[in-house]
Each structure stands twice: as structure tokens, then as C-alpha cells.
């Protein structure tokens, strides 16, 4: 099993920054690609951004929704086992809870159903 526990969000002003971090505990051996999603009221949940979790993984992949390509950038630390989403020039449009995930085949992936562990999510609210 994967716990993921997110944390870094908050109430911000447009144009603001926030870092979002997910620190993964458990199997983390398991782990080949992680993710970021969100979900706002009354919407389903939405891929932001993915990138592959391997140490061993000399190219690095990541992927971006374009919604957010350009503003968030995803990265991570194998050796604290986190990754970090910072988001740069936030919008009203990207208030939302988003959720880590974590999945077990490399290569970053926008598919929900790619991700088998979750964590419970973090606030972000962005005012204009």
C-alpha cells in the first residue's frame, strides 16, 4: 500500500504563487508515475500535471494540462519521497481540491483510472 498526504494549499489573490506538496509513504518502490488532479464544485475531477517517480529514470517526463501549461510547474524528490506542484500566476478558474496520485506503470499519465493510490486532497482558493 501508498499513503499519500498532500499539503500547501490555501486562500490566495489572483496572481499569487502556492506550492503544493505530496509526500508519498508506504511501497514507494511501486511507484512509477505521479500525478496531480483537481476538482471543483459541481465538476468532475481534471488531470493537471504528471511526471514519472523513478529515481533510475534518466529522462524525465512530464505532462501539463493546458489550462496550466506555462503557470505550474510539477517536480519531485526521490529522496524525501515528495512531489511538488507550484502554481505561478493563479486564477480564480483554478480554485479547486487537488488530489495527488500515484500509479504503478512508468510514464506520466492523464487518465484517472492510471492511478491506483490517492491522497485526500488540499484546498487551493484562488479570489479574484
Known amino acids: 500500500q501508498v499513503q499519500l498526504v498532500e499539503s500547501g494549499g490555501g486562500l490566495v489573490q489572483a496572481g499569487d504563487s502556492l506550492r503544493l506538496s505530496c509526500a508519498a509513504a508506504g511501497r514507494t518502490d511501486s511507484i512509477y508515475r505521479m500525478g496531480w488532479f483537481r476538482q471543483a464544485p459541481g465538476k468532475e475531477r481534471e488531470f493537471v500535471s504528471a511526471?514519472?517517480?523513478?529515481?533510475?529514470?534518466?529522462?524525465?517526463?512530464?505532462e501539463y494540462a493546458d489550462s496550466v501549461q506555462g503557470r505550474f510547474t510539477i517536480s519531485r524528490d526521490n529522496a524525501k519521497n515528495t512531489v511538488y506542484l507550484q502554481m505561478n500566476s493563479l486564477k480564480p478558474v483554478d480554485t479547486a481540491v487537488y488530489y495527488c496520485a500515484a500509479g504503478p506503470v512508468f510514464g506520466p499519465s492523464q487518465t484517472r483510472n492510471d492511478y491506483d493510490y490517492w491522497g485526500q486532497g488540499t484546498q487551493v482558493t484562488v479570489s479574484s
Open positions: 511526471i514519472t517517480w523513478r529515481s533510475g529514470a534518466r529522462i524525465l517526463y512530464a
